[in-house]
């Protein structure tokens, strides 16, 4: 059964670091694309963070360029987000994706 199973969100002041992981089962994440979105309250689901699967190469959204990272542990099978001097903006649910799966997100909440 392919399942994809987030974790890590939270509330943190703007500034602040989190760091979500997704931790996938049913299939290899070292072999296929995994990418991050979010989708904010009233907003569309919107791309956020991208590794390919051969080159670890990554692409992200101009709005996190800099902030983010996305990585990836194969022993593990797990992709994870580092997301540093988080915004306000940056609150939303924070969605993985990957082998044609949607986990089930997790909540991010910049606040003061």
């Known amino acids: 059964q392919v399942q994809l199973v987030e974790s890590g969100g939270g509330l943190v002041q703007p500034g602040g670091s989190l760091r979500l992981d997704c931790v996938a089962s049913?299939?290899?994440?070292?072999?296929?694309?995994m990418s991050w979105h979010r989708q904010a309250p009233g907003k569309e689901r919107e791309f956020v963070a991208r590794i390919y699967p051969s080159s670890d190469s990554t692409s992200y959204a101009d709005s996190v360029k800099g902030r983010f990272t996305i990585s990836r542990d194969n022993a593990k099978n797990t992709v994870y987000l580092q997301m540093n001097k988080l915004k306000p903006e940056d609150t939303a649910v924070y969605y993985c994706?990957?082998?044609?799966?949607w986990g089930q997100g997790t909540q991010v909440n910049v606040s003061s």
């Open positions: 994706w990957g082998y044609g799966t």
């Open positions: 049913g299939f290899r994440v070292g072999g296929y694309g």
